[in-house]
């Protein structure tokens, strides 16, 4: 039996869904495996900022910070990538008005990446609000 006439294989998709070039005309520029560092910048009905620490690694996101872990999934093409995940609370804060306090928040996100650098744009589902944030990702430990 042959595959489907639309059956791309193993061909990487870019994020907007077309097959790379199998030419090999146009380098591909990979997300790169490793620890990184972010800050966090959210913005909206409810502000703050973070730091935290984050493994990529072929397309899965693990990572934290002082009061919550994400865990989340990427794809990436020709210098654009996005993705989505899920952050959850893992320790109490007392005397903190934490603006994902309390719950599991899901956020989704778009930017570009070059030379060990990852942008973000995103949103964060927190209960009714949809709070906008910006992130940097700067990459620390190759891996």
Same mark, same amino acid.
């Given at each position: 039996?042959?595959?489907? &006439?639309? =059956?791309?294989?193993?061909?990487? +998709? &870019? +994020?907007?869904?077309?097959?790379? %070039?199998?030419?090999?005309?146009?380098?591909?520029?990979? +997300?790169?495996?490793?620890?990184?560092?972010?800050?966090? %910048?959210?913005?909206?009905? *409810?502000?703050?900022?973070?730091?935290?620490?984050?493994?990529? /690694?072929?397309?899965?996101?693990?990572?934290?910070?002082?009061? !919550?872990? =994400?865990?989340?999934?990427?794809? !990436?093409?020709?210098? *654009?990538?996005?993705?989505?995940?899920?952050?959850?609370? /893992?320790? &109490?804060?007392?005397?903190?008005?934490?603006? !994902?306090?309390?719950?599991? +928040?899901?956020?989704?996100?778009?930017?570009?990446?070059?030379?060990?650098?990852?942008?973000? %744009?995103?949103?964060?589902?927190?209960?009714?609000?949809?709070?906008?944030?910006?992130?940097?990702?700067?990459?620390?430990?190759?891996?």
């Amino acid at each position: 039996m042959s595959p489907p &006439d639309d =059956y791309m294989g193993d061909a990487t +998709v &870019d +994020v907007a869904g077309a097959p790379d %070039d199998p030419s090999g005309a146009e380098l591909e520029t990979r +997300v790169a495996n490793g620890l990184y560092t972010l800050g966090i %910048d959210m913005s909206g009905a *409810k502000s703050g900022h973070a730091t935290g620490v984050a493994v990529l /690694h072929d397309g899965r996101i693990l990572g934290g910070d002082s009061f !919550f872990y =994400y865990t989340g999934s990427y794809s !990436f093409g020709r210098g *654009k990538w996005r993705g989505e995940m899920i952050v959850h609370q /893992h320790t &109490d804060a007392p005397g903190l008005n934490l603006v !994902f306090g309390g719950r599991e +928040v899901t956020c989704g996100f778009t930017g570009t990446y070059a030379d060990g650098f990852a942008d973000i %744009d995103g949103t964060a589902l927190v209960g009714r609000y949809s709070i906008p944030f910006r992130a940097r990702l700067t990459l620390r430990s190759p891996g």
